[in-house]
């Protein structure tokens, strides 16, 4: 198996990438799918009727199945609340023999640009001091760009680009030799970079399709990009990209608290945060290079009063909700909760997470149905939710819903009632809580897009 190697020097990435299968049958042709659209839900792969890949999410790509040459019905089916929809149909596409084809899902659902984009290449072998790579632009957001593959470091004012493309374009394939380069992408004509790759070991042997797709995390860079070797994918980020986090005070009888990181306790990065406040705000995060770092959270002013510690892995691009929960003084005692976020907006559906946060309330079944609907004729959405757990996001369609607590196994007794409107492509969090200083009501904590 050929190997590519993609090293990120700030975040100390290492992706591993296999090459294509050894057995390569030149009589037959082989295809590959990428999820290539930005706000589009999971989908499934269809050939023939039959499912081939399921819940396939965004930036996520296949390796290589070969077949026999023919004709082949070929769909993509999105996977929506209610059921599924075919949003790619290839009726009668035909794969030729020794030819490998590139199936990427790219547009945008919102503005009805979803299209399938096909790259059919020769199957040629790469020699071993060599790599192969092809570039697509599939972000359909950003502009016309230059792409420049040099080695690391080299100035771009005395580099030629591999070439300028648009929305859908191609460029290579191109072979070079195995070693270290620096992929960056700029405005068309210009030296104003939007994307770096940092250094990139690459061995030789490798055949690469390289997508530029666009970010949907945290980061200031417009695009990512996905690399497929042939036999599966990874996603290398900008160089810059930091992690993103945000804080939740949920702890209902701690005082106002100030977050210190790495034992910094003349600079916290937040100070004096009370009960129910988010930050540093609700829909909004701080970046931090991505690493390891310990927190410690504090009576404000106070750093002598240490209520939570602990160490977290923050990983390049990804973003978190830390919230201090339970009780300060009583049980469940004070403790941490690290949520990792997701906020992709998919068109085809409202998505919306419940947070257990309540110490008060016990175990809970949720309960989300139309308003007015008599939740003692239904069962739970999820039953017996223990405190600090979580729904993931749950996919909706856009409406509005009556959300209900009861403890677990007793729908007589509502904890918690709640009307929301909720608007497709809207990500949204909820987080039940205490009164301030424990007990009832519950309340709740809105994240996200609940937030203007």
């Not at 070693?179 to 690469?208: E, H, N, P, W």
């Not at 417009?222 to 990874?234: C, F, K, N």
């Not at 949520?339 to 998919?346: E, K």
Request: hydrophobic share 45%; charged share 15%.
């Amino acid at each position: 198996m050929n190997k590519l190697w993609l090293l990120a020097p700030l975040a100390a990435l290492a992706l591993v990438l296999g090459g294509c299968d050894d057995d390569d049958d030149p009589a037959k042709a082989a295809y590959r799918v990428l999820h290539a659209s930005p706000d589009a839900p999971l989908v499934n792969v269809l050939v023939d009727g039959a499912a081939v890949l399921e819940e396939v999410d965004y930036k996520t790509g296949s390796g290589f199945t070969q077949v026999t040459r023919g004709s082949y019905d070929i769909a993509v089916e999105a996977i929506i609340p209610g059921g599924n929809a075919v949003v790619i149909d290839l009726p009668d596409t035909a794969l030729a023999a020794g030819t490998d084809y590139s199936i990427l899902a790219v547009g945008k659902v919102a503005d009805a640009t979803l299209e399938p984009l096909i790259i059919a290449r020769d199957r040629e072998r790469v020699s071993g001091g060599q790599v192969r790579a092809q570039v697509v632009h599939a972000a359909p957001d950003a502009p016309q760009v230059d792409v420049y593959v040099t080695e690391p470091g080299a100035s771009l004012g005395s580099a030629t680009p591999l070439g300028s493309f648009s929305f859908g374009q191609t460029l290579g394939p191109v072979d070079v030799p195995e070693g270290d380069y620096q992929v960056r992408v700029t405005l068309a004509g210009t030296t104003t970079v939007v994307f770096d790759s940092g250094t990139l070991a690459l061995d030789g042997g490798s055949d690469l399709l390289i997508a530029a797709v666009a970010n949907t995390g945290a980061g200031a860079a417009p695009i990512s990009l996905v690399v497929l070797d042939g036999a599966g994918s990874a996603e290398l980020r900008d160089v810059a990209t930091p992690a993103d986090v945000r804080v939740v005070h949920a702890s209902p009888d701690a005082p106002a608290v100030d977050v210190v990181v790495n034992d910094d306790f003349p600079a916290p990065v937040i100070s004096g945060l009370a009960y129910t406040q988010v930050a540093p705000a609700a829909n909004a995060y701080l970046s931090v290079p991505p690493g390891s770092y310990n927190f410690k959270v504090t009576a404000a002013g106070n750093p002598g009063v240490i209520a939570i510690d602990f160490d977290a892995d923050l990983a390049q691009g990804a973003e978190y909700s830390v919230l201090a929960t339970g009780l300060l003084l009583g049980t469940p005692a004070i403790d941490e909760l690290v949520l990792v976020d997701d906020n992709r907006p998919v068109a085809t559906e409202t998505r919306v997470r419940l947070v257990h946060a309540s110490p008060a309330a016990g175990p809970v079944d949720i309960y989300v149905a139309a308003p007015g609907t008599d939740i003692t004729q239904i069962e739970p959405a999820f039953s017996n939710v223990p405190f600090r757990a979580d729904t993931g996001y749950v996919p909706l369609p856009e409406g509005s819903y009556e959300v209900t607590l009861t403890p677990a196994g007793n729908d007589a007794i509502v904890a918690l009632q709640v009307t929301v409107p909720l608007v497709a492509g809207g990500v949204y969090t909820a987080v039940a809580r205490d009164a301030p200083g424990g007990g009832g009501p519950v309340g709740l904590i809105l994240l996200d897009d609940f937030v203007p």
